[in-house]
């Protein structure tokens, strides 16, 4: 069973509001690197990479806080989690 997720962080912008499945939830102070969850030679994989390449951020990032939702529109629970990332 996995865990459907969705992140946000304030050194960096995301413009969408899908979940990412991860096999397990994620716990604050684990170290996640989102880029391999986006499929292959997607938009948003190319914008995630351009964007990190641009703001000198790396890839991997730092769960900093979690929150369990429940998006009542969608019918779907999901976990919320703040990411800092690393400056380059």
């Known amino acids: 069973m996995s865990i459907q997720v969705r992140f946000y ?3 960096i912008e995301f413009k969408f509001e899908n979940s990412v499945e991860f096999p397990v939830a994620p ?3 684990d170290e996640v690197n989102l880029i391999s969850f986006f499929k292959h030679q997607t938009s948003e ?3 995630y990479y351009e964007n990190m390449e641009k703001l000198a951020l790396y890839n991997n990032a730092v769960v900093t806080e979690r929150t369990w939702c429940n998006d009542l529109e ?3 629970i999901y976990l919320l989690i703040q990411l800092k990332y690393k400056r380059r």
């Open 9 to 11: 962080s304030y050194d």
């Open 27 to 29: 716990q604050v102070g």
């Open 45 to 47: 994989r190319i914008e």
């Open 74 to 76: 969608k019918g779907e």
